[in-house]
């Protein structure tokens, strides 16, 4: 079954906006959405807590992407603005069955065990 569909990429300029989405099967505790760069590392971008909203950022993002659900969907949603060319990536969106995910892959950088991966949608920012 599949569990996470990401939604929403495509071309944009350098300063442009997209917004992903990432429909949501089962029960979850947080979504986190990464991004990877064609021969570079996975990184973590963004996460949620599904139930209380508390959201996540790593720092190269914070004020220009927001993530946010609509728990009625079942869907999670990056918006992203003032895009960067050097953020053109496959972006994906991973689901964590507990509440400790998001400190932990956005807080402290590190790695979390995920429940379901998404297959990922591809954002690209020309210059």
């Known amino acids: 079954q599949v569990q996470l569909v990401e939604s929403g990429g495509g071309s944009v300029e350098s300063g442009g906006s997209l917004r992903l989405s990432c429909a949501i099967s089962?029960?979850?505790?947080?979504i986190a959405w990464f991004r990877q760069a064609s021969g570079k590392q996975r990184g973590a971008v963004s996460c949620?807590?599904?139930?209380?909203?508390?959201?996540f950022h790593t720092e190269s993002v914070k004020g220009r992407f927001a993530v946010s659900r609509d728990k009625a969907k079942n869907t999670v949603y990056l918006q992203m603005d003032n895009l960067k060319p050097d953020e053109t990536a496959v972006y994906y969106c991973?689901?964590?069955?507990?509440?400790?995910?998001?400190?932990?892959?956005?807080?402290?950088?590190?790695?979390?065990?995920?429940?379901?991966w998404g297959q990922g949608t591809q954002v690209t920012v020309s210059s």
């Open positions: 089962g029960y979850t505790y947080q």
């Open positions: 949620i807590d599904f139930s209380d909203g508390r959201t």
């Open positions: 991973a689901k964590y069955k507990s509440p400790f995910a998001c400190q932990v892959v956005i807080g402290a950088g590190g790695t979390y065990p995920f429940s379901s």
